[in-house]
């Protein structure tokens, strides 16, 4: 089960750091990703980060301004968000593959998290 958490409303050019932990599965050997869904728009990936760490990849609007890590010890994905924008604002929703690789559709992903708001205020 993926539990995302660190959402909230945020100041433009102000940070935020999800983090998303999973406690029901193999953790390390799961490729994660963060996606989002603003209101009306379709969900879109965000950033990706292989089983080990070494691969990410992101999201052409994020990059520069936000980083994927994770911790294998503790069953945790993270996203480091800095220089929010208003166009930032979305749900953010952690999701896992099995997978070897870092995939952009979110129907290659096989478990979700239930999502966490993210609110950028001009």
């Known amino acids: 089960q993926l539990q995302a958490s660190g959402g909230g409303l945020v100041q433009a050019g102000g940070s935020l750091r999800l983090s998303c932990a999973d406690s029901?599965?193999?953790?390390?050997?799961?490729?994660m990703g963060w996606f989002r869904q603003a209101p009306g728009k379709e969900r879109e990936f965000v950033a990706g980060?292989?089983?080990?760490?070494?691969?990410?990849y992101y999201a052409d609007s994020v990059k520069g301004r936000f980083t994927i890590s994770r911790d294998n010890g503790l069953n945790t994905v993270y996203l480091q968000m800095n220089s929010l924008k208003p166009e930032d604002t979305a749900v953010y929703y952690c999701?896992?593959?099995?997978?070897?690789?870092?995939?952009?559709?979110?129907?290659?992903?096989?478990?979700w998290g239930q999502g966490t708001l993210v609110t950028v205020s001009s």
């Open positions: 999701a896992a593959r099995s997978g070897g690789r870092v995939l952009t559709s979110d129907y290659e992903y096989d478990y």
């Open positions: 029901g599965r193999t953790f390390s050997i799961y490729v």
């Open positions: 980060v292989s089983w080990s760490g070494n691969n990410k």
